[in-house]
């Protein structure tokens, strides 16, 4: 068992995960932007390092800062919270290479549930129904209105690689591609070093419903039950009920 563990996160989600770990007994180490000197979670670690400016891209999503921090200070396990590098398989499989836990999925689960693509096509593969949608990662208008012409208005485009509600546009008619698109797959490069999207047909009203699975690595795996976050604003939700009412 490990007894340090490095947050590779900041904010709210950092903060939980460090709170757990001293109730474990767990020596902590944050990590965090020039812009998050101060926060709480930093001052609730046992220790915090810096690892660049504000831009995600150059603090909380850059893999070699990351990993000399957790080297420099002796963690022995990673947590990568949610967001950022929590679904990226490169980072986990870099964790492994130098000999650190990362807490989470396998690189090679991460690859396919880490792309929502590649998500999709593991879907398909054993006999699930997904929406219509694209089965390649879109990188430009003129693939966007293809694919978009072809499963039908509305349509939604997603970061792919991305996650909490970044990168996404409904798009209601042909003429809002031009400009949604391009405002998504900014966000998407901004939030998740990324600019790859994924289409998919939009449906009003559905329901926001997850399940959340837990899994100890040893081959014993059990669920949490259901719960409906519908209740969101930007994408973001903002209560979750659990079990769902639905």
Known sequence: MFRSVLVANRGE??????RTCKELGLRTVAVYST?????????????????????????????????TAALLTGAEAVHPGSGFLAE????AEVCHN????????????????????ATRRAMVDV????LPGSDQPVRNVAQA???????GFPVIVKAAEGGGGRGMRVIDSD????????????????????????????????????????????GTALHLGERNCSLQRRYQKLLEEAPSPG
């Open 13 to 18: 989600i950092a903060l939980r995960v460090i």
């Open 35 to 67: 812009a998050d000197r101060d926060s709480l979670a930093v001052r609730q670690a046992d220790e915090a390092v810096c690892i660049g400016p504000p831009p995600p891209a150059k603090s909380y999503l850059s893999i070699p800062n990351i990993i």
């Open 88 to 91: 990226n398989g490169d980072f």
């Open 98 to 117: 130098y000999g650190l836990c990362f807490i989470g999925p396998s690189p090679e689960v991460l690859r396919i549930t880490g792309d929502k693509t």
């Open 127 to 130: 006999g699930l129904r997904v």
């Open 145 to 151: 209105r293809f694919e978009a012409n072809r499963i």
């Open 175 to 218: 003429g809002d591609l031009d400009r949604y698109f391009p405002v998504a797959q900014a966000e998407s490069l901004a939030s998740s070093a990324s600019d790859k999207l994924l289409i998919e047909q939009y449906l009003r009203g559905a329901r926001h419903i997850e399940v959340q699975i837990l899994g100890d690595g040893q």
